[in-house]
């Protein structure tokens, strides 16, 4: 086959190790996708530029790494633009590739025109459209890497049609090992003496700490302090179920979990890969405690986040290190206080309304999920009311099982962040690993078109609706600023398990907490995607959730 730029370009992902590629097809980006015929990079046909997007971001939280998402010119690239901006403040490695028309036309309007750089960079990391075909490799090589390092996020790339096409004898560079930073022993020194001095220390542990190899490094600091742990949205499964007793819950948006009282008394809060994105740290440090900041990134320093220490550079190490000869044990105060709010979390397990009629409680959904996903599988949630009730009650003791977006709070990724999660299992050998999703019947309508993803490819998700007929998250703030709601409820009922049987998959409908055992095993017996509609009621939203 004759070398052209599309070809440098695979050649370029090949090197990098990109085993995904999520495509929406189109005539500027053909010399592509025919780049891609029998090469590494596996090629997955999505039906929409978003979800293609938040397929990858998926892949990305479940992995770590990048996956490129390949889109048209004009209108594909500006469907893209959610996604990325999901990847960027969620900080997700994402690698971006728009095709342009041919540059003859791009100084005048003309079809499928649009300057992608621009539109792009508010939202990536680093956007650059390529006019130089000598430049490929370096740009790459550039962009690669402000993904993957530091604030890691969404990075653009874009090409003219007729660059693409253009022959070329030049030769992709490969990527070269990362020198690793780690922070000075002077910070770590005046870190541990900070912890000693406290009364009432917090660990808070967010998304960008959310990988099995700090997992491992705090496990030895709670093995040498006892200090109690909270996690963010995306921050979960990071303690083991042998420090459980120290695990105080999520932070809550609304402050009206039961671990608000040891946030309020704390004086020191040690912050470990938390990125300010997910929740205001107004919301639990208004006024301005002492704060040890662990990432690999300086923070924006505001309101509720003004680090007194920062330790800089990988994350796991900074925090074994921290944690060597730190011999710290709480009052007797904090260790009842943590035995207290181990109790309030374990008795809301089953202090809630008996659902209605033909209708199922959220936490008879969490409870089924919880007692049945295997440790290779993983559970995803869609943005609305069910995303807090899975946050706030479904434990993990595995870094990135739970999957959702917190960041950006993008509605509509749950069935794109499933199809990612599959191709992530895949990637590592789990093919039977299965993906657990639930959405609301707001969101999955965004995002439904993916469904004919899954089943092309036969994955192993099972997918619940919980439906009830509104934009719930939305009418229960309404009704607590207002005591009345607008512009939230739907008139018109869907048969979301017929809707999944007109694409291929399984549909099972669920409108009893008797039924929901029996649904899924049924489900689990099936090879490709499943989804259960069920009848949810949400009662105890209102209270729960928000006040």
């Known amino acids: ?39 590494k990079p596996k090629l997955i046909l999505c039906r929409q530029e978003s979800g293609a997007g938040n397929a990858a971001v998926a892949y990305a939280k479940k992995t770590g790494k990048p996956a490129v998402v390949l889109v048209t010119a004009g209108p594909g690239a500006t469907n893209l633009v959610t996604a990325a901006a999901t990847a960027t403040l969620e900080h997700n490695p994402l690698i971006a590739i728009c095709g342009q028309m041919d540059s003859r036309t791009t100084f005048k309007p003309s079809h499928q025109i649009i300057n992608a750089e621009d539109l792009f960079l508010p939202v990536t990391r680093y956007s650059k459209e390529v006019t130089n075909p000598d430049t490929v490799s370096g740009i790459w090589d550039f962009a690669y890497n402000k993904a993957i390092t530091g604030e890691t996020g969404a990075v653009h790339l874009s090409f003219a049609a007729d660059l693409l096409a253009q022959p070329t004898k030049l030769i992709a560079s490969t990527p070269r090992k990362e020198s690793v930073a780690i922070a000075q022993q002077s910070d770590i020194d005046a870190a541990q003496e900070l912890i000693k001095l406290a009364k009432s220390p917090l660990i808070i542990i967010g998304a960008d700490a959310a990988t099995s190899a700090v997992a491992d490094s705090l496990e030895k600091l709670l093995d040498n302090t006892k200090i109690p742990v909270l996690s963010s949205f995306e921050g979960g499964g990071m303690v083991m179920p042998r420090h459980l007793g120290h695990f105080m819950g999520r932070l809550g948006a609304f402050q009206n979990q039961p671990c608000n009282e040891i946030i309020q008394q704390a004086d020191l809060f040690i912050a470990i890969g938390y990125n300010i994105a997910e929740l205001d740290p107004l919301k639990w440090n208004p006024t301005d405690k002492k704060l040890i900041h662990i990432a690999n990134y300086t923070p924006v320093f505001a309101e509720g986040y003004r680090p007194d220490i920062q330790l800089l550079g990988n994350i796991a190490h900074n925090v074994a290190v921290l944690s060597e000869g730190l011999n710290y044990s709480p009052s007797e105060e904090s260790q009842l206080q943590q035995k207290k709010v181990r109790e309030k979390l374990a008795k809301r397990l089953t202090n809630y309304t008996q659902p209605k009629i033909n209708m199922v409680h959220p936490l008879e959904v969490v409870a089924l999920i919880q007692a049945n996903i295997g440790s290779d599988d993983t559970l995803v949630s869609d943005v609305g009311s069910h995303q807090y009730w899975l946050s706030e009650y479904f434990v993990s003791h595995t870094p990135r099982q739970f999957i959702n977006s917190m960041g950006f709070q993008t509605l509509g990724v749950s069935i794109p962040f499933a199809v990612g999660a599959a191709f992530s299992n895949k990637s590592r050998g789990l093919d039977s690993a299965r993906v ?32 009830d007929h509104s934009y719930n998250l939305v009418a229960i703030q309404e009704e607590h600023k207002y005591a009345e709601t607008s512009a939230v409820k739907f008139t018109h009922n869907i048969d979301f398990a017929e809707m999944a049987r007109s694409f291929g998959a399984y549909g099972i409908t669920v409108t009893a907490q008797e039924q929901l055992l029996p649904a899924l095993k049924e489900a689990q017996s099936q090879t490709g995607p499943v989804i259960i509609d069920v009848a949810i009621d949400y009662t105890d939203n209102l209270k729960s959730l928000v006040e």
């Open 1 to 39: 086959m004759n070398r052209n730029i599309a070809t440098l370009l695979v050649d370029q992902m090949e090197n990098y190790g990109i085993e995904y590629v999520f495509c929406v097809p189109g005539a500027s980006i053909d010399a592509i996708t025919t780049a891609l015929t029998g090469r």
């Open 436 to 467: 657990y999703s639930v959405s609301g019947d707001g969101g999955v309508l965004m995002c439904i078109m993916e469904l004919a993803t899954a089943v092309e490819h036969q994955l192993p998700i099972i997918h619940l609706v919980w439906k």
